[in-house]
């Protein structure tokens, strides 16, 4: 390689500690030259003998937080270098430093709080450049200590060094703290703090069977002991809250205690994100009100200092629950959790480090198929993702999202920004937020939308609040979003084809102006149609029906002539109300939702409460017992490949299962494998034909690892795409809406407009 170099570094390689790496190792290359941040990411030019080596140890030996997209090397003639190897301060023009996800306590820091020779032995608040806060403290970019909420904690002379120190892992760690200067830690009990050491007093609290308030990265947790069937019983009374699964806290070796856990579940445990990870239980050594019914668990690690010191103090899984209202969204300030969980919780755990925006916890599982994300946000936002190939110029598009999982979108310069979760938009206080998070993001990014996408459902908030903007607004159909959302995350060029996609959801409108959520489609970003669907049914009720799964049931029983069973199965339930509503056509829309179906079925085999009290109870009841169905036969239905797909069969043959006692744990799966073989074979069809070259899998039903693997496996020869990184359900639909307002425009109308 030639002996003087620039060398440009992409990708997220700024407030990560990449230039002193690149000082540290250029000292060990022996390199002169220098290193700096522009709007570009990081700006090399080196000269030496080991230049090679220096290349190729960027990529090798990057700081764990970098993510490094392009390594670009030019031989230069000649440079005015310095004789050693310098960190410059930043070039002139724009620089975009953006923020890094939350990060999970680095080995580093891990080690040095449980040295009780270094300085900061047993703090809650140590971080350095690998770990610690990012976007939860962010209140302003660029990302400088000033514009966060360790704004007020003044660095001690100690700190101060380490920050300004190219050796030191602490070097330009923006959110730096010790027990000198930095935030401080302390438990409460009826609003007084309680003299003592915050944690000893808490796992006292914890061990007397108390519920906790504790003060995380992105919000307030509610904790209890998880082995205290008393305690998590008292949790869900005070929380009212009885049957939703409860989360948990423990190390590597508490979950193996209680579930198998594999390799790939360990590693993406331990990795910076630290997301919740639901895992196969296999022994019930736990308190059984943590997930009644179910036969996974969420854990996460341990993923501050915080939560580590009260772990090896506790020794034990604890329960972390997010601590909110029901409906609303968690609690994040001091005030808030004084007011609002004083109700649910007997002690608080609290700090003086504000939280600067609400991030739940993540939530993801790892499948046969890949990993599987439920929830993007703690640990995962914000990340861009790159648009795919033909995206790559056109105007800055704000999409707004769904209703339910809200999240938005934004596209820039072919990348797109998808917001973090934020929740129900019917909540108020959720909405407020949404609300707030626009305008966030909007700065974070630098955004200003020409053009805004929402759902064409104008029932939605999101829709609402999208038209409202004044701005040139592109209405997408829900699941045409889906079907782009997935096309997009697997990079599928603009121009790439069409392809057959089996969406199977809860609710979104379909073009015909009814309730689609059950359909086989053919299309790509521009446009769609649809190819096969569900039997539609009524929603007995409409929103009724999704929180009362046996009024599903009665329809599809009524429909394939089984009334009498239904009278049987439910028999306390206002079956004649119900009747005579849909009969009268009150309040009964037709949807050909597969959510519908699940919900159906689940009440059919007698899985779920008359009243179900969240919203995904029924499906994932369904799924646990459908895993210990053995080798699951799919009934032999002889149904059209194109058009309506009757249902009725199917429900006349899971009825005869259960007449003749057939487990139902064998019903539920050879349910599974029936409804995927149902939408594989019109997709399949679609691709044989040369209609479309490839199947994508999408749709909130897809959280269903079980249904994912069935339809995988009848899809076996054929390239199918699913959701490995981004949510399957409604979180990532304003990735597909935003795909699809862009894929709308003419090539014309693609030039951004002249500011
Ligand atoms: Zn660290
Ligand atoms: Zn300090």
């Known amino acids: 390689m030639n002996q003087l170099c620039r060398i440009r570094v992409r990708g997220q390689v700024q407030g990560v500690g990449f230039r002193p790496f690149v000082w540290a190792l250029a000292k060990r290359l022996g390199l002169r030259g ?33 993510r490094i997209d392009a390594i670009e090397v030019s031989p230069l003639a000649d440079a005015d270098l310095p004789d050693s190897f310098e960190i410059i301060a930043s070039a002139g023009g724009e620089v975009r430093t953006r923020v890094t996800p939350d990060a999970a306590t680095c080995p580093a820091c891990l ?16 971080n350095c450049t690998h770990c610690g806060p990012r976007f939860s403290i962010l209140m302003e970019l660029p990302y400088d200590r000033a514009q966060t909420t360790m704004a007020g904690f003044k660095l001690c002379p100690d700190c101060d060094a380490d920050y300004r120190d190219p050796a030191d892992r602490r070097f330009h760690a923006q959110p730096i703290a010790c027990p000198v200067c930095g935030p401080r830690l302390w438990f409460e009990a009826a609003g007084q703090e309680v003299p003592g050491a915050a944690l000893d007093l808490a796992v006292d609290a914890l061990r007397n069977g108390q519920i906790l308030a504790i003060k995380g990265i992105g919000g307030f947790h509610l904790a209890c002991d998880a082995r205290n069937g008393a305690a998590v019983a ?24 209680s579930c198998t856990l594999s390799e790939p579940e360990a590693t993406r445990l331990q990795s910076a994100a630290a997301p919740i990870l639901l895992i196969d239980r296999v022994t019930d050594a736990l308190a059984p009100q943590i997930a009644p019914g179910q036969d996974m668990l969420g854990w996460m690690l341990p993923c501050t200092p915080l939560h580590h010191l009260l772990m090896d103090a506790f020794q034990a899984p604890l329960v972390m629950t997010s601590g909110n209202l029901s409906g609303e969204p968690q609690v994040i300030t001091n005030a808030d959790a004084r007011t609002k969980l004083a109700r649910f919780a007997d002690g608080f755990i609290m700090h003086d480090r504000d939280i600067a925006r609400r991030l739940d916890d993540s939530v993801e599982r790892i499948t ?64 407020e937020e949404y609300t707030r998070a626009l305008q ?17 459902h104008e029932g939605y908030r999101s829709t609402q609040a999208g038209h409202a903007m004044g701005l040139a607004v592109h209405k997408v159909h829900h699941h045409h979003a889906h079907l782009a959302a997935c096309l ?27 309730l689609w959520g059950g359909e086989v489609l053919l299309g790509d970003y521009a446009d769609f149609e649809r190819v096969a669907w569900l039997e539609p049914a009524p929603l007995p009720g409409g929103d009724q029906a999704q929180r009362e799964p046996w009024r599903n049931a009665l329809m599809r029983l009524d429909a394939a002539g089984l009334g009498h069973i239904a009278d049987r199965l439910f028999a306390d339930a206002p079956r004649a109300v119900v009747r005579q509503a849909v009969a009268a056509r009150i309040n009964a829309p037709h949807s050909s939702s597969a959510g519908r179906l699940f919900d159906a079925v689940a009440a059919l085999l007698g899985l779920c409460p008359k009243q179900i009290s969240h919203e995904a109870e029924a499906a994932m009841a369904l799924e646990a017992i459908a895993r210990r169905g053995c080798n699951p036969q799919p009934y032999d239905l002889r149904h059209s490949q194109i058009g309506e797909i009757a249902i009725s069969p199917l429900i006349h043959e899971i009825c005869a299962d259960l007449e003749q006692g057939r487990a139902k744990a064998s019903i539920a799966a050879r349910f599974h494998t029936t409804l995927a073989q149902i939408f594989a074979a019109p997709a399949r069809r679609l691709v044989d034909r040369g209609d479309a070259d490839a199947i994508v899998v999408a749709g909130g039903c897809f959280q269903n690892a079980m249904l994912l693997e069935c339809c995988v496996n009848a899809l076996a020869g054929y390239r199918v795409l699913s959701h490995k990184r981004l949510p399957a359900n409604d979180g990532s639909l304003a990735f597909g809406q935003a795909l699809v307002a862009l894929a709308a425009l003419s090539s014309t109308e693609r030039t951004p407009p002249v500011a």
């Open 368 to 431: 046969a198929h890949g990993p599987m994300v439920l929830r993007h946000a703690r640990g995962r936002a914000p990340g861009t993702i790159k648009l795919p190939p033909g995206f790559e110029d056109g105007p800055q598009v704000l999409a707004m999202g769904g209703q339910m999982k809200a999240a938005f979108c934004l596209t820039r310069e072919g990348e797109a920004l998808l917001s973090h979760h934020l929740g129900d938009l019917d909540d108020p206080l959720t909405w």
């Open 440 to 456: 966030d993001y909007g700065a974070l990014f630098d955004h200003q939308a020409d053009l805004v996408a929402v759902d064409a």
């Open 111 to 126: 080690a040095e709080i449980r040295d009780p020779t270094a300085r900061r032995f047993g703090y809650a608040f140590t």
């Open 488 to 514: 997009g995350e697997h990079l599928w060029p603009r121009n790439g084809g069409r392809v057959a996609a089996i969406v199977l959801d809860g609710l979104g409108l379909g073009p015909d102006g009814t």
């Open 234 to 257: 008292l949790l869900r009374a005070r929380k009212r809250r009885p049957t939703k699964p409860f989360a948990l806290m423990g190390t590597i070796n508490m979950i193996r205690a």
């Open 34 to 66: 220098w290193v700096l941040n522009d709007a570009g990411g990081v700006l090399i030019e080196a000269a030496g003998a080991g230049l090679d080596a220096f290349v190729h140890a960027l990529r090798d030996e990057a700081p764990p937080l970098a």
